[in-house]
């Protein structure tokens, strides 16, 4: 037998002969596409098409002509007074229509101080509330300016907020091009389907002689990665006609408010498919099928394209156009589907198909053992491939786990000699079936940077997974102090955390579910109907001011919260209250008076004091303490912009308030109706006290726990004595996360 044969067999067992008529398989074809607004059917016959240099496609119609739009809604006015002419849909100006989106001229809210006194305002209104457009998430909330803060609210209430960011520098020297993280520029996401929205520049009320560099504050909406910030927009007095001009606006549309599901009311046309809009609002789209194109929306509808003329095929091959499809095959004597890169020529046999078809038994003999050795190195491959893949996730594991912060957590427990204690350092498996594989059904809540999921443990226990979107270096760091900063604490009415997992393509922490939300939601949710009685809101500002003095003081090592609000105040099923988010807390010497940080905190909580210095004191603690003090007793919100621009904060209101004498305009209604006491001026006193803007001043919150303690009625005391390091948790306590769902969501932060 001839070598030249075996060799040619063995091949045929490794890649069997691909003969020129065999039809390649549809799912490796490439796929190509056009836009709607493209071929012969651009806009209704008898209809204009063009407005200047914009191509309007049907459904748009330009003119009141009937039926050249799909509805008025869609109706385009082409204003030739302008030259070029320009498109408007209803007052904005349109730049361009694509198959999802409208891009439209933009629209800028500012702030600018024409002197140290005279603000100028004009704030960004748009609503297209009972239309078919929304704005698209695919917009970016921008602002530009120094020492400002932009807030876009969803409705015509102004304390409806959906977005916001703050932008700080004090120098020039600061700024840097290209950056826009929070100096001199910042940046936030806004959700999809908003119809209405109102943007509003508010200044943080620095030092006047800032403005001779900083006039003015600017924020806008615009598509994603649209704007790169320069240091020169901060001064720049045409930044406004200059953004109007080349950053649109981007707007979703969908057809009516039916779904797809309204079969007798679509009007997409042949060879296109219905796709439904994916909003609250409702609407549909229609798109063309695969490997068809034009505009879905005018008989006779989508057509096929000829992927032929785009060379989807090997050089060699030969291309069939298919409807709604191609086919490439190779050549006589080449290997291959004729696809990109295959087709390769057969130089080293010369066979007709006869030799493939009518093959000498001795052929065949000598054929098995080779497919016999061949079948026993795939086996062995296989499982040599299996093995190396055990050891590679493994590997990847032992380097997640130090990309997570595993050996930065070990370094925090050895230099601070702690110990892990009852903390438990959770498998990826464990918290997968716990939380069903992460299943939307358990999220409890979600934020700008995580998500909480509810989940039970194999013991039976409830618990809440903090699951982060994304990591950085900086976010890891606010991670591994929070386990470290938890892992000291053994308090009551602090949460309790329960492990960690480090496995995880991002870390996660483990805590205790607790069912009945935050202090934040039982204050300013009007809907829960709960009868938020002068005595719960008494035992809960005792047991969250001794939550704190137990930080403060008996604590090993002091500890500042720094982030203390009403958002992070959790309520168990007896309405207990537990102190939770220490992503930004910091333990601090005996014999240290203050924090030198970056300034990081909730704008309406944060110390005046420590802005101004970028000390943080434990003083500074207590003025946020107050602050949640002082929405017990007035049920109102920390910032509210139903109000002057001087009465925005609800301390300013507050304080104004009492030096009034008028303590009783501003309580909650609830209390009034209950019975207004001298209990009420006690406690108002007091959060007047932890208010004081010079730190010294206040009283440290182991005064206030034990002023809080002496009105409390006697019968269920708490304590504030330095042995409440001794108490220990029993039973099994709950956690839950608010609707931020992170430690990593609401913060503001930047540099001082």
């Not at 890649?15 to 607004?37: E, G, I, K, Q, R």
């Not at 769902?741 to 540099?751: A, K, L, P």
Request: include cysteine; charge should be negative; proline fraction near 5%.
């Amino acid at each position: 037998m001839q070598i030249s044969s075996l060799l040619h067999f063995a091949l045929l067992l490794l890649f069997p002969l691909h003969l020129p008529w065999t039809v390649a398989d549809n799912s490796t074809a490439l796929y190509f596409n056009t836009s709607f607004a493209d071929g012969p059917y651009i806009a209704k016959p008898d209809c204009q098409s063009k407005c200047g240099d914009l191509t309007v496609p049907y459904p748009f119609g330009i003119g009141i002509k009937a039926n050249c739009s799909v509805n008025p809604f869609f109706d385009i006015n082409c204003n030739s007074s302008f030259n070029p002419p320009k498109a408007f849909l209803g007052k904005h100006e349109v730049l361009g229509i694509s198959e999802t989106k409208v891009l439209i001229r933009n629209k800028l809210a500012s702030l600018c101080y024409i002197d140290n006194n005279t603000p100028e305002v004009n704030d960004f209104d748009t609503d297209f509330s009972g239309t078919p457009f929304s704005f698209s998430n695919q917009n970016k909330l921008s602002l530009v300016g120094c020492n400002h803060i932009s807030l876009m609210s969803k409705g015509s209430e102004l304390d409806t907020y959906t977005s916001s960011c703050v932008a700080v520098c004090s120098k020039p020297q600061e700024l840097s091009n290209g950056s826009c993280s929070g100096i001199g520029c910042c940046q936030a996401s806004i959700p999809k389907g908003l119809q209405y929205i109102n943007i509003s520049v508010l200044s943080l009320n620095v030092l006047s002689s800032e403005y001779n560099f900083n006039p003015c504050g600017y924020s806008f909406l615009a598509e994603q990665n649209s704007y790169i910030f320069s240091v020169s927009d901060i001064s720049d007095s045409s930044f406004i006609n200059k953004t109007k001009e080349t950053l649109p606006l981007v707007i979703d549309w969908a057809i009516a408010n039916r779904t797809c599901n309204d079969s007798s009311e679509i009007i997409c046309q042949g060879e296109s498919v219905c796709v439904d809009s994916g909003t609250t609002l409702g609407g549909y789209r229609c798109n063309c099928s695969r490997g068809y194109g034009g505009n879905p929306y005018l008989s006779p509808g989508c057509q096929d394209i000829n992927e032929c003329e785009f060379n989807p095929c090997h050089p060699k091959a030969i291309c069939i156009n298919l409807p709604g499809s191609f086919n490439c095959s190779c050549p006589p004597n080449y290997l291959g589907d004729g696809h990109l890169p295959s087709c390769s020529r057969l130089n080293a046999f010369d066979f007709s198909i006869k030799n493939y078809l009518v093959l000498p038994v001795e052929i065949l003999l000598t054929g098995l053992p080779i497919g016999a050795g061949l079948f026993i190195l795939l086996a062995v491959s296989f499982w040599l491939y299996k093995d190396l893949r055990k050891r590679r996730v493994k590997q990847l594991k032992q380097s997640i786990f130090k990309r997570n912060g595993g050996l930065l957590l070990q370094q925090h427990m050895s230099a601070h000699d702690l110990v892990l204690g009852k903390m438990r350092l959770f498998t990826s498996k464990e918290l997968e079936k716990a939380t069903d594989r992460f299943n939307e059904s358990r999220i409890l809540g979600r934020g700008g940077q995580g998500t909480v999921y509810k989940g039970m443990l194999s013991d039976g226990r409830i618990i809440a997974v903090k699951k982060s979107k994304q990591v950085d270096e900086n976010r890891l760091e606010e991670f591994i102090n929070e386990v470290v900063i938890l892992s000291q604490i053994n308090h009551r009415n602090v949460v309790k955390l329960l492990g960690c997992c480090l496995e995880t393509e991002v870390p996660l922490l483990v805590y205790e579910f607790i069912p009945n939300g935050t202090l934040y939601d039982l204050i300013h949710d009007d809907s829960n109907g709960f009868p938020f009685s002068w005595d719960l809101r008494l035992r809960i500002a005792a047991e969250i001011a001794n939550a704190l003095a137990y930080l403060h003081y008996a604590t090993s090592i002091p500890i500042y919260h720094r982030d203390m609000k009403s958002n992070n105040i959790l309520l168990d099923e007896k309405y207990r209250a537990k102190l939770s988010d220490f992503g930004i807390s910091r333990s601090v010497a005996i014999d240290q008076t203050h924090l030198t940080t970056k300034v990081q905190g909730t704008f309406g909580y944060l110390d005046p004091e420590y802005f101004q210095t970028s000390q943080f004191t434990e003083k500074s603690d207590v003025y946020s303490f107050g602050v949640v003090l002082v929405e017990l007793l007035t049920g109102q919100k920390p910032i509210s912009t139903s109000v002057t621009e001087e009465e925005k904060s609800l301390a300013t209101r507050f304080l104004t308030t009492m030096e009034g004498n008028r303590l009783q305009t501003i309580l909650d209604s609830q209390i009034i109706e209950q019975g207004y006491t001298e209990e009420h001026v006690i406690v108002a006193n007091l959060a007047r006290r932890c208010l004081n803007l010079t730190g010294r001043r206040r009283p440290t919150i182991r005064e206030v726990a034990l002023e809080l303690e002496s009105i409390r009625p006697r019968e269920n005391p708490s304590f504030i004595e330095s042995n409440t390091q001794d108490i220990s948790f029993t039973g099994t306590d709950s956690f839950q996360f608010p609707e931020d769902c992170s430690s990593w969501t609401q913060n503001v932060g930047f540099e001082s």
